[in-house]
């Protein structure tokens, strides 16, 4: 039967190799949440547009863009960093004029392709 | 008693040796060791594994503070602890009195600085380093800092595989 002989995956011997198996689970993880952070970054940037979205959730939306810079380029996407701070930025103003409600969309959906890409990975 | 290295079991023979893995059991790290271009990962010979370094992570984001923890330990070879508020911080820094703190400043509820401030209130914490661990890389962000002292500011994103060196370069621990 192929593959019954098949002896199982070496395990990890470097500190480098058991760094990065350690690292591809948690980043399964982030990129859940990260992916999350920007559906609330979507609706806040919707809500803004209807001129329904509050102090607090101008507040709120600057804290997940904030933490979204972080995490993302720290678990693979760099290019999602500089959008997402922008979108901090915009939202910190505690105001989106209708002039600048353009520019946020375009940067929730382009950190949504930079999102749905594979993770670089540093393998130097 | 041999110094065991924390990457123990040592890589086989015929596999290259971590760069900087060194270990006072191994023949060939023994050598790396000596002759300056290797760097003890775990515990000197003369440290016993109750000197390993200590530090406390502080983030409310779970897996900025998992990479963070997963980095140092297996990175740095030192003892990880953990919190994901300041509250909590303050707890576990008073209770383990960490040799450094690695702390985020944005968090809800008690942010970094002031869970920094508190820090320095409390006589048991007041002199543990602390490295700010952030994703605000304004001037003035910084600025509003230059008061406080921290032992230095680590930007996010950050390079796990890179993060123990750099906690180590602004803690001056060799």
Redesign the interface.
Known sequence: MPGINTPPPAEPTSVRERALAAFRGISAKAAASNLERLARLDEAVSAASEGRLDPSGYDSAAGVAHTLAGSAGTFGYPDATGPARELEGLFSSGVLPVGQLPRAHELVQGIRVVLSAAPDEDDS | MPTRST?WPC??QD??L?R??GCDDCPRSRDQLESGSARK?GPTPSESPMTVRRVLVVDD????R??AQ??LE??GGWQVSSAASGTEALRRAHNERPDAVLLDV?M?GMDGPTTFSRLRELSKTSAIPVIFL????QAGDRRAWADLDIAGVIA??????ALAAEVAELLGWT
């Open positions: 990457l890589p086989p596999a290259p971590p900087g893995f990962v984001d779970d897996a900025i998992e990479v997963m980095a297996i990175v944005m809800p952030t994703a605000k890389v996010k994103p950050f390079d796990p595989m």
